[in-house]
């Protein structure tokens, strides 16, 4: 393959059948003067005839593209590799050459159309998902190769949609469930992290009781506080646990609402949930279940709860409002929030705020107080209290050593009532 002097970019994808062909349609249309754009799968899926369809709507014409393998690269010299892949949790492409590696996800408009065509919709209205998204690819394309040279090697992107950055989250903790595994390679785990250390959870105020008495592995370290220290949990009570991880607060809440109580544990990474599940049969729990679901989706349902705790998971919502919200629903008059979060008490510089790292490290994402109270207060919530624990800042600051984070972050709990 014939290589000139202008940027060598490779779009990768799992199937190279839409996505990367629609960027490298639009780099070839668009950037042709300054980049030299290539694209490639990791499976042979075939060009996509509705991504041929909608780009040639667009005045750009990639019928006579074909679907290519990574390995035919891999005597090509690369400057830059973009994985655009965003959902394809299980096949994530991992690409370990030596050149900058950039993940920028879009969502996968075959599987947006497969939903819509599961429900019965025209064709025209599924291939709006390829046009939405062909969209967004062009206007991503518009601002290379600029965009790229301020980034460091292995930098990835977060991508402004909510299910994108939920996608991530989920791959990061399926990881730290499956022990160690991490998604999309080095694209979203940072082996820095502290993340997934239990010795941190005594820092929190658990007692060597509540540690020895949970099964073992329940106690993953993920939390940043401890709720229960807050939630005055009564015998009898129903109490719903956000983002249970491996199920350490439910177990321990489990202790104290007694048999004629009931604890829900609800997570979206379904190697929690299992991991979870293993756990409170290890410990023979009868009052403890756990849902498969996204907080923001909660599966629980009306005014059916006493009290719900969290411990680390509200920071990672990109919905929190969509969050408060769902917690009220959920909630019996007069029920109880007992959280522990991360919350920002300086605004985020945009290096932060953007680093998917230091998103699913829990920091990142942190809203500012001031909002956390404003978005309680309009979900219905009174009697708002919000604890921030200015000691915190060491601990913040042991997570991500040389960082300064500790300057915007802190651990804080909060309550309120519905
Ligand atoms: C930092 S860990 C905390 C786990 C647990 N609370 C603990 O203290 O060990 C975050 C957990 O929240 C879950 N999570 C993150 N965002 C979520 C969301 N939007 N809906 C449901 N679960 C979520 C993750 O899968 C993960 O298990």
């Known amino acids: 393959m014939i290589v000139g002097k202008k940027v060598n970019l490779l779009f990768l994808c799992t199937g190279n059948s839409c996505r990367s062909q629609m960027a490298e349609g639009w780099t070839r249309h668009l950037k042709s003067d300054e980049i030299h754009a290539f694209s490639a799968g990791v499976e042979s899926h075939g060009l996509n005839p509705d991504a041929v369809k909608v780009m040639s709507e667009a005045g750009v014409d990639i019928s006579d593209y074909r679907a290519k393998h990574i390995d035919e690269f891999k005597d090509v010299q690369l400057d830059v590799v973009i994985i655009v892949c965003s959902n394809a949790k299980e096949t994530c492409p991992v690409f370990s050459g030596n050149c900058k590696v950039v993940h920028y996800g879009f969502n996968d408009p075959p599987e947006m159309a497969k939903e819509l065509a599961d429900k019965g ?37 977060i991508d402004s949609d909510k299910d994108n950055l939920r996608n991530q989250v989920r791959n ?49 370290g993920l939390g940043c506080g401890n709720p229960q ?17 491996g199920g350490f607060d439910c177990f321990l809440a489990a202790k104290q609402v007694g048999s004629e109580g009931k604890v829900i544990g609800v997570d979206m990474t379904p190697e929690m949930i299992s991991k979870a599940r293993e756990n409170a049969h290890k410990g023979k729990y009868a009052n403890v279940e756990f849902r498969l679901g996204e907080i923001e989706h909660l599966p629980v349902a009306d005014s059916s709860v006493d009290l719900i705790i969290s411990n680390c998971v509200i920071n990672l919502s990109p919905a929190k409002d969509q969050v408060f919200q769902e917690a009220y ?16 008490i300086a605004q ?21 107080v001031g909002d956390i109270e404003k978005m309680l207060k309009n979900s219905g919530f009174s009697e708002i209290l919000i604890d921030i624990k200015e000691d915190s800042a060491q601990f913040i600051s042991d997570w991500f050593p040389g960082s300064g984070m500790e300057k915007y972050v802190r651990s804080a709990l909060i309550t309120a009532v519905r």
Request: glycine share 10%; charged share 25%.
């Open 172 to 220: 990061l903790y399926s990881g730290i469930a499956n022990e160690g595994d991490s998604c999309c390679g080095s694209s979203c785990y940072s082996s820095s992290s502290p993340l997934g250390n239990p010795e941190f959870s005594t820092r929190f105020g658990y007692t060597g009781d509540d540690l020895s008495s949970v099964p073992p592995g329940a106690n993953m």
């Open 348 to 368: 985020l510089p945009n290096e932060v705020s953007e680093n998917v790292d230091a998103h699913c490290g829990c920091v990142a994402g942190a809203a500012l």
């Open 121 to 157: 919709t025209l064709k025209e209205e599924q291939l709006d998902c390829y046009r939405k998204v062909r969209d967004e690819i062009k206007a991503f394309v518009k601002t290379l190769p600029e965009s790229l040279i301020n980034q460091s090697d292995k930098v990835v992107r």
């Open 329 to 344: 629903r959920v909630l019996r008059p007069k029920g109880r929030l007992a959280l522990s979060d991360v919350v920002a």
């Open 229 to 245: 220290a807050i939630a005055q949990i009564k015998q009898g009570e129903v109490v719903l646990d956000l983002g249970a991880g």
